[in-house]
């Protein structure tokens, strides 16, 4: 990580909204950044899927670190990276895990307060707090910490109960050193112009088919907008869009207009 990348990051967030790609690999990485994007996240689902795992802290810390690495080499833009809840048991391991992060030249983390076991459940605020807290000694100062809060995408607890809920999260996560909150679940108008007007840090919302358009949740606050795993998705769906088509049609239509191969050995010759 360089203190300049760091910086271009967190100014992006003060001219909302950042639009937020997210890869999987550092080929698409590449193409995202030779696309425009002024920034890239990764999608943990789509790192993991492309290394053979589920989604879901399925995936060991080395792995992704090294998945890190080989965006960060491909692209020259900064890159903020999905650790799920940090690779590690302990707020210790959490610490480990940014360090390793920030030496691998990322800019960002994005880390949830959701747990494997038993599913749909959180972490205990104080929990959460202890790791976020590691989290920010382990990243050092310029490292951007957006911690995510699963209320609305887990749907835990009633509806009437979880904006006062992901609010008493995010005020949580301030104070333990967090940069940014993400609230993935939620792009309802009223909601959002909510959270926005009671966090004071940059809102990230997960937006997608259906959500309001990126000018209109910039206009009700939101910072930053990311895809998640939808870009990965929409991209296997067309290698199997292809397949099928190439196994029924007799023909090979379904592969016109893809990116040639020297596109994409120039896309990659530095990484």
């Not at 957006?146 to 949580?172: P, Q």
Request: glycine content about 10%.
């Amino acid at each position: 990580m360089t203190n300049e990348l760091a910086q271009r990051f967190r100014t992006l967030h003060t001219t909302p909204p950042l639009l937020l790609p997210n890869c999987w690999d550092a080929a698409s990485a590449a193409v995202i950044a030779d696309a425009g994007a002024r920034a890239i996240a990764t999608t943990s689902a789509g790192v993991a899927w492309s290394l053979g795992r589920p989604d879901g802290d399925a995936l060991e810390r080395d792995a992704a670190i090294a998945a890190i690495e080989r965006v960060v080499r491909a692209v020259d833009v900064p890159v903020t990276a999905d650790i799920e809840s940090g690779f590690g048991a302990t707020a210790k391991d959490v610490g480990e895990t940014l360090a390793a992060v920030a030496a691998a030249g990322a800019v960002g983390v994005n880390i949830e307060d959701t747990v494997a076991e038993p599913p749909g459940s959180l972490r205990p605020v104080e929990e959460q707090v202890e790791r976020l807290a590691a989290a920010r000694e382990g990243a050092g100062p310029d490292l951007f910490i957006n911690a995510r809060i699963d209320i609305y995408l887990a749907g835990i607890g009633e509806e009437s109960t979880r904006l006062e809920a992901t609010i008493e999260r995010a005020t949580a996560y301030a104070e333990a050193g967090a940069d940014g909150i993400f609230v993935p679940g939620t792009t309802d108008p009223d909601t959002v112009a909510a959270l926005v007007k009671a966090i004071r840090l940059p809102l990230n919302v997960m937006a997608g088919p259906g959500s309001p358009a990126p000018s209109a949740l910039g206009r009700l606050g939101v910072s930053r907008i990311s895809l998640g795993p939808q870009l990965a998705s929409a991209a296997y769906a067309a290698a199997r869009r292809a397949t099928i088509a190439l196994l029924d049609s007799d023909s090979y239509d379904a592969v016109v207009g893809g990116l040639d191969y020297g596109t994409m050995q120039g896309l990659l010759s530095n990484a």
